[in-house]
């Protein structure tokens, strides 16, 4: 077994680089002028780091149309998530939206019993509790509770990302990896440059204004961290990957704690940090 074939290396190299994307895309929010132009220049960022990306993975030809009708499909609820989710990022602080994402698995969860009639175990059930109530421990503040546009955004880009999750399972392994990532990034670039009517100035402007070390660290990150989650799930077993990979919710934690200097209701977030984790578990075992 070579060194790249070990899924364990892709679950290290993706705790690493998730928390450095999440740091960094908080970064850059906080001076930027357009939330639509701010996630296009990311994703650029992210396709030229998945076309350098490409001679590393196998090339494969697809010719089942039904597989990119799907994976186009899917797209369109990743540009919804990713489109929302910069909006959703700017007004939270970052340890937060990453707890708020793994709502996610339970709009997942709904979906499956909802369209492919599976059973509702009762794990599944504690562990979608557990991940919903680690949410409540986050947000909800006695007699100060508000549903403002930045959590809003972020229920919904995270219940999009279920259902492209959702519309595009085992897709990545017909692809070119690196390629399949690109088309992720690609293809919600022009949609969010024709549906929002973006100019070439307004980019040039959000580039002038923007932190540019941020903004490049945000998108090689984000396309490494896309590239090396799939590669673990592609090596590995779900009931293995899945806790592993939300170990990224404690470690942005902390280093937002230090870094990012997200000190509001620290122990309140480690609580719902670990109930995530627990969660998990308990959902993919």
């Given at each position: 077994m070579t060194l790249f074939s070990n899924f364990k290396i892709y679950i290290i190299i993706y705790l690493i680089v998730s928390v450095i994307?999440?740091?960094?895309?908080?970064?850059v929010t906080k001076k930027n002028i357009n939330d639509g132009v701010l996630t296009i220049l990311i994703q650029f960022i992210s396709v030229i780091t998945c076309i350098f990306l490409l001679p590393f993975f196998e090339f494969k030809v697809v010719t089942d149309y039904r597989v990119y009708l799907f994976l186009f499909i899917s797209i369109i609820f990743y540009t919804i998530n990713d489109r929302l989710g910069t909006t959703s990022r700017k007004g939270l602080e970052s340890s937060t939206y990453i707890i708020l994402k793994?709502?996610?698995?339970?709009?997942?969860?709904?979906?499956?019993?909802?369209?492919?009639?599976?059973?509702?175990?009762?794990?599944?059930?504690?562990?979608?509790?557990?991940?919903?109530l680690s949410n409540i421990i986050v947000f909800y503040k006695k007699q100060n509770f508000?549903?403002?546009?930045?959590?809003?955004?972020?229920?919904?880009?995270?219940?999009?990302?279920?259902?492209?999750?959702?519309?595009?399972v085992n897709n990545s392994n017909k692809f070119n990896l690196s390629f399949y990532v690109l088309l992720t990034f690609l293809i919600p670039i022009i949609l969010i440059f024709l549906f929002e009517r973006i100019k070439i100035k307004d980019i040039v402007k959000e580039y002038k204004?923007?932190?540019?070390?941020?903004?490049?660290?945000?998108?090689?990150?984000?396309?490494?961290?896309?590239?090396?989650?799939?590669?673990?799930?592609?090596?590995?077993?779900?009931?293995?990957?899945?806790?592993l990979t939300s170990l990224t919710v404690i470690l942005n934690i902390f280093v937002s704690?230090?870094?990012?200097?997200?000190?509001?209701?620290?122990?309140?977030k480690v609580i719902a940090g670990i109930l995530i984790i627990i969660g998990i578990i308990l959902i993919k075992s």
């Open positions: 994307f999440n740091q960094n895309y908080k970064i793994q709502i996610s698995t339970v709009f997942m969860i709904f979906m499956g019993v909802l369209f492919f009639k599976e059973p509702l175990i009762i794990k599944k059930i504690i562990g979608s509790f557990l991940i919903v508000k549903f403002n546009k930045h959590l809003l955004c972020g229920v919904i880009a995270n219940a999009c990302l279920a259902v492209a999750l959702f519309l595009d204004v923007c932190n540019k070390y941020a903004l490049i660290v945000t998108g090689i990150t984000w396309s490494l961290m896309m590239i090396t989650k799939l590669k673990s799930y592609e090596l590995g077993s779900v009931s293995v990957v899945a806790p704690y230090f870094f990012l200097k997200e000190k509001k209701d620290i122990l309140k």
